[in-house]
């Protein structure tokens, strides 16, 4: 049984790219959390998806970020125009139901040049 | 808005001995979930330990303990017998447990980085 697998692992852009973080749920969690973790920092939350619904995007930046979980596919955090600010590790994690525990991928590290 | 604070940067502890991590939260909710996760070099997210906040009774597992003070908005993390494989980043993170929207987010602490000396 696979757990959350996230790619890439290593992302490099340039600034004012497009950076996209994709995010495959373990096999029958339909419930997706992303979070960033700035170096020397805990993670922050971002956004909760459950499939094609956003439930709470209270910690998304207002603008160049999106998040996508489409009823077939992975899950995807979209960064346009990247600036160095966006240089970070951003997770993904998995749940099978609300009272159910998230796993969590490895993460993909975000590096804007 | 939910804050939890870990206030040790870094530890260290020769192996073999026993270390304790500090968490302190702030809540105005009565019942909550709360957690310490593991971040190794590789940076996965090991889930340590849970505690549920209507459970009086202390969490365990293994090595791993907690000392969960709900009037003092403490749950601190005791790791005994410390091994080199514990070498790693402690977070520790608070959750509502309720349907309400948003609730089921995790907020993280600071993070505590602990050594183990060989």
């Known amino acids: 049984n696979a757990g959350v697998m996230q790619n890439p692992r290593h992302l490099v852009r340039r600034r004012g790219q497009e950076a996209r973080l994709r995010c495959s749920p373990m096999?029958?969690?339909?419930?997706v959390y992303w979070y960033r973790q700035l170096p020397e920092e805990g993670l922050k939350f971002m956004v909760y998806l459950q499939k094609e619904n956003i439930i709470d995007e209270s910690g998304m930046p207002k603008e160049r970020f999106s998040a996508e979980f489409p009823k077939e596919g992975p899950s995807i955090l979209r960064i346009q125009q990247v600036v160095r600010g966006d240089s970070a590790a951003y997770f993904c994690?998995?749940?099978?139901?609300?009272?159910?525990?998230?796993?969590f991928g490895q993460g993909t590290r975000l590096t804007v040049v | 808005a939910q804050t939890v604070t870990q206030s040790q940067p870094e530890m260290s502890v020769q192996e073999a001995e026993t270390v304790t991590l500090s968490c302190t939260y702030d809540t105005s909710e009565s019942d909550y979930y709360l957690f310490w996760y593991k971040q190794p070099p590789s940076r996965q997210m090991i889930l340590v330990i849970r505690?549920?906040?209507?459970?009086?009774q202390n969490a365990t597992e293994n090595r791993f303990s907690v000392n969960f003070q709900k009037a003092a908005k403490s749950f601190s993390l005791k790791i005994s017998d410390s091994q080199l494989g514990d070498a790693a980043m402690y977070f520790c993170a608070y959750r509502r447990p309720d349907l309400i929207q948003g609730a089921q987010k995790l907020v993280f602490g600071q993070g505590t980085r602990l050594t183990i000396n060989p």
């Open positions: 994690a998995s749940a099978l139901g609300l009272f159910t525990e998230a796993f």
């Open positions: 096999k029958g969690h339909s419930h």
């Open positions: 505690q549920e906040a209507y459970k009086q």
